[in-house]
């Protein structure tokens, strides 16, 4: 097969809407599944207060050692923290906005860089306008994926600095106010996290946590979560999910077919989503194994930046957030 050198483009409208009604058609007991999970939470003080005990702990080891527990612990605990902000996204720990919104800053403190609060008004667009460029900043820059190409070398280094792409492809959504008192908020919460950590702790300390975060999201068998949730050869289908075992250290995030069918069922609900309504779900497409991801999609040439599906604009630019 040649190479790409687009994204795939479809004239059919994102199909999770479609199938999130004809699930609740055939199975109207889904609808319990639908709700808050407090007890998130928790596990998000669970989490952070490993975090700082980790850091407290290799505050005087060798570099060896704190790169290695980085890599080894810190990631997952980070990637476990990225879901929980997702959820507080999603708003599915409190029915308080402004308590999810402060969850998941709490979250995001050990990752040092603010991200909780813009995640969210990003992310929910990305829910309403899967695959349209100009409102889906999941999708990478036309430029992007022209950059990294389909060579390995191009597609690893895409890979060790992929939050700093995230980040760049934020600029290209001009319907979204960038800053206001949330985000401020946010960013003096982490920034001010980050310091007390560095002059408390020392310095190791600090670069435990900053190890963590990039190996959480860079070239890390986690990584392959961004991946697979919407890049595949499989031009018909662009969302797929994750069943391997890694989904008991990452609450559930494989489960990424069934989020976007109902976005407003919490984490711990997703596995008995796809049991209640397993015709939907068995026969599709799915991966069993992050690091085979990872694997295929540095070292398969026919895989890509451009390896996702793409639409036109058919909607209004603000609609009603789908949820049911």
């Known amino acids: ?32 599944l639908i709700g808050k999970n407090h007890y998130t939470f928790f596990a998000i003080l669970g989490i952070v207060g490993a975090q700082v005990a980790l850091a407290w702990l290799l505050r005087g080891q060798s570099w ?30 409190f029915k308080s906005r402004a308590a999810n919104r402060l969850a998941g800053i709490l979250a995001n403190l050990p990752q040092l860089f603010p991200s909780s609060v813009s995640f969210e008004r990003y992310h929910i667009k990305h829910h309403s306008f899967q695959g349209i460029h100009e409102l889906d900043a999941d999708l990478p820059n036309y430029w992007e994926a022209k950059l990294i190409n389909n060579s390995f070398f191009g597609k690893a280094v895409w890979l060790l600095i992929y939050p700093v792409f995230q980040a760049i492809r934020v600029f290209r959504m001009k319907e979204i106010k960038p800053v206001d008192g949330w985000v401020i908020l946010n960013w003096l919460a982490c920034i001010g996290f980050g310091v007390a950590m560095y002059m408390v702790f020392g310095p190791k300390a600090f670069y435990y946590l900053l190890f963590s975060f990039f190996f959480s999201v860079g070239l890390h068998p986690l990584v392959a979560r961004w991946i697979q949730e919407h890049y595949s050869r499989d031009r018909a289908q662009d969302t797929h999910s994750y069943y391997g075992p890694l989904n008991r250290l990452c609450f559930n995030m494989g489960y990424h077919v069934e989020h976007h069918d109902f976005a407003n069922v919490p984490w711990n609900n997703l596995p008995k989503l796809k049991k209640m309504a397993g015709e939907f779900y068995d026969n599709r497409f799915y991966y069993r194994s992050w690091l085979a991801v990872v694997w295929n999609f540095i070292f398969d040439s026919e895989l890509s930046a451009y390896s996702r599906v793409i639409r036109k604009p058919t909607a209004p630019k603000n609609p009603t957030p789908h949820t049911i």
């Open 64 to 93: 060896w050692m704190i790169i290695g527990a980085a890599y080894l612990l810190g990631a997952f605990a980070d990637h476990a923290l990225f879901v929980m902000i997702h959820e507080c996204a999603h708003h599915l720990l």
């Open 1 to 32: 097969m040649s190479q790409r050198t687009d994204f795939v483009h479809s004239a059919k409208q994102e199909p999770h809407r479609l199938r999130t009604r004809q699930i609740l058609q055939q199975h109207p007991e889904v609808r319990k």
